[in-house]
T-cell receptor, first 112, second 113 residues
Framework: EDKVVQSPLSLVVHEGDTVTLNCSYE??????LLWYKQEKKAPTFLFML????IEKKSGRLSSILDKKELFSILNITATQTGDSAVYLC????????????FGKGTKLTVNP | GAGVSQTPSNKVTEKGKYVELRCDPI?????LYWYRQSLGQGPEFLIY????????DSGLPNDRFFAVRPEGSVSTLKIQRTERGDSAVYLC???????????FGQGTRLTVV
């Protein structure tokens, strides 16, 4: 059974801090790993990492994928209060429905 | 539309009643997914449509749950004889094609009292 474990489950930091969120996974026939930011209800897409793209960066956010050790990290530098959200990690296997298997998420709170 | 649209945003129903949740995917997206998210958990897969057909319904918890997508665009998730344990946020997502990211709607928060 596919499995995604995120850590920590919650994190409280001050504005300006740098944070690292962790995601480890077990999946048969891995295709990709995705990161989403969830504020209120709708998860919004951040990154997709695959065999051909194991490092992504967008502004203050970056992510890497280690396919050998089966984990990914999401880094956020110079955090802002607007970064407060639940960050979800999900994996997708090749073939079939390409459904996402999610972890429980990391709840990040950035205090002013 | 510009994004995935779900209606209603919130639904409160009495135990035993029937409910329908609607999802309007991004125009041109052929793949559509329903997920369910309980408090403190990540979204869990329910069903996947490719076009009009349910290609994978392995996540539906029991036969009270059913979904349709008759014209390959809008989808409706139907829950019969609702139970308090069905209370959750129901999320819909669509994809343009294989190996692309899924875009999620705002979800419907279902509360069964």
């Amino acid at each position: 059974e596919d499995k995604v474990v995120q850590s920590p489950l919650s994190l409280v930091v001050h504005e300006g801090d740098t944070v690292t969120l962790n995601c480890s996974y077990e999946v048969t026939n891995f295709r990709s790993l995705l990161w989403y930011k969830q504020e209120k209800k709708a998860p919004t897409f951040l990154f997709m990492l695959t065999s051909s793209g194991i490092e992504k960066k967008s502004g203050r956010l970056s992510s890497i994928l280690d396919k050998k050790e089966l984990f990914s990290i999401l880094n956020i530098t110079a955090t802002q209060t607007g970064d407060s959200a639940v960050y979800l990690c999900a994996v997708e296997r090749q073939g079939g429905s390409e459904k996402l298997v999610f972890g429980k998420g990391t709840k990040l709170t950035v205090n002013p | 539309g510009a994004g995935v649209s779900q209606t209603p945003s919130n639904k409160v129903t009495e135990k035993g009643k029937y409910v329908e949740l609607r999802c309007d995917p991004i125009s041109g997206h052929t793949a559509l997914y329903w997920y369910r998210q309980s408090l403190g958990q990540g979204p869990e897969f329910l069903i996947y449509f490719q076009g009009t057909g349910a290609a994978d319904d392995s996540g539906l918890p029991n036969d009270r749950f059913f979904a349709v997508r008759p014209e390959g665009s809008v989808s409706t998730l139907k829950i019969q004889r609702t139970e308090r344990g069905d209370s959750a946020v129901y999320l819909c997502a669509s994809k343009r094609g294989l190996n692309t990211e899924a875009f999620f709607g705002q979800g419907t928060r279902l509360t069964v009292v």
